[in-house]
């Protein structure tokens, strides 16, 4: 009885999974790899691999994404605004601020050296509120 090549033997068999298989993780641009780590740690005791990195270009996208920012008030929908981004809600910058709380200090600022253009855009587009400036969530209450 003749033998089969090896060839032949593993074509039927799955192939084991390999390091470059997975997913490599996303990164935050323009942060060093030590605040990367702190990233990382911050994401795995409070959220999942690769949400700040999210987090930050779902704000991008929010932040370039339409030109002003203003609510428009609909009879039939009270709880909409008209605005994208007060519809969509504000998950991805509420993690940013939490991580921007909860990571080192150095790693902190170099997260909001990223952030601050973005935040310095959507302040220009908008019309904030005078009595809310001292709040931490201040992005929820600008009209």
């Avoid at 990233?39 to 005791?45: L, P």
């Avoid at 170099?110 to 855009?121: G, K, S, Y």
């Avoid at 969530?137 to 009209?143: L, M």
Wanted: charged share 25%.
């Amino acid at each position: 009885m003749g033998r089969r090549p090896p060839a032949q033997v593993r074509r039927g068999r799955p192939r084991a999974p390999r390091p470059d298989d997975r997913p490599h993780p996303r990164v935050v641009p323009g942060v060093s790899a030590p605040t990367q780590r702190y990233i990382a740690d911050f994401e795995r005791e409070h959220s999942r691999p690769g949400a700040v990195a999210d987090a930050l270009a779902y704000w991008s996208k929010i932040v370039h994404g339409s030109r002003s920012h203003e609510p428009v008030h609909n009879p039939l929908a009270p709880d909409l605004t008209g605005c994208p981004c007060c519809d969509q809600g504000d998950e991805g910058r509420t993690l940013l601020e939490a991580a921007l709380r909860r990571l080192p200090h150095r790693a902190a600022r170099e997260l909001r050296t990223a952030l601050t253009p973005l935040d310095t855009v959507y302040l220009a587009r908008v019309r904030p509120e005078p009595g809310l400036n001292h709040r931490l969530d201040w992005w929820n209450h600008i009209h």
